[in-house]
């Protein structure tokens, strides 16, 4: 099943903030976030773990909640080089295969 | 070092014709995966390998679609008698771990269009 985010869109200003979620409707194991920019590849931002484990950017931060199965990205005074659509992608359990499912996208588009 | 590279970059088919899609993958790298991305839509999962062995193929829309990967590094995507619902970019991935908790490196993809 597909991880649905929200919101689909969104518009800031540069040094605005913003949040993006990403709801699973099964158990979640790990969360891996990447951000694509158009005719691009996706690029690794960060991964969270069951358990707590984080690995990623230094200035992105992530909320992966357990029980709520969402995990949240956090992003603080915004650059305009953080323009481009955000992915989520959810992974099994130990063992699995490693592939992700990825929800829809969320479109950020940061002006001067 | 150098990232995932894929080739061609862009593909035009026509309808009924095969291609065939490669990616290598970051030196070393373990797992490589195949996903399909339409337009507007998040990369959807193909098939996976570990080393030379395909673990996962469940994502494969229809035995058009064959993967390989004989050696364990470079991979090969071949979509026989190619369908105009086939468009799509095509990306491969690959990571160094085996179970999933570790990242993956996109390559850019490759755009393949069947007219």
């Known amino acids: 099943q597909q991880p649905v985010q929200s919101p689909q869109a969104v518009i800031l200003r540069e040094g605005e903030d913003a949040v993006i979620n990403c709801s699973s409707s099964?158990?979640?194991?790990?969360v891996h976030w990447y951000r694509q920019k158009h005719g691009e590849a996706p690029v690794f931002l960060m991964i969270?773990?069951?358990?707590?484990e984080q690995k990623g950017h230094e200035k992105i931060s992530a909320s992966f909640n357990e029980k709520k199965q969402q995990s949240s990205l956090y992003l603080t005074a915004s650059q305009l080089s953080y323009s481009g659509t955000y992915f989520c992608?959810?992974?099994?359990?130990?063992?699995?295969?490693?592939?992700?499912?990825f929800g829809q996208g969320t479109t950020l588009q940061v002006k001067p | 070092g150098a990232g995932v590279s894929q080739s061609p970059r862009y593909k035009v088919a026509k309808r009924g014709q095969d291609v065939a899609l490669r990616c290598d993958p970051i030196?070393?790298?373990?797992?490589l995966f195949w996903y399909q991305q339409a337009l507007g839509q998040g990369p959807e999962f193909l098939t996976y390998?570990?080393?030379?062995?395909?673990?996962?193929k469940s994502g494969l829309p229809s035995d058009r679609f064959f993967a390989e990967r004989p050696e364990g590094s470079v991979s090969t995507l071949k979509i026989q008698r190619t369908q105009q619902e086939d468009s799509a970019v095509y990306l491969c991935?690959?990571?160094?771990?085996?179970?999933?908790?570790?990242?993956?490196?996109f390559g850019p993809g490759t755009r393949l269009t069947v007219t």
């Open positions: 991935a690959s990571s160094s771990y085996v179970q999933g908790r570790d990242e993956q490196y």
């Open positions: 099964k158990a979640l194991y790990s």
């Open positions: 969270l773990l069951k358990g707590g």
């Open positions: 992608g959810t992974g099994g359990p130990g063992g699995n295969t490693g592939k992700l499912i």
């Open positions: 030196s070393g790298h373990v797992s």
């Open positions: 390998f570990q080393n030379e062995a395909q673990l996962d």
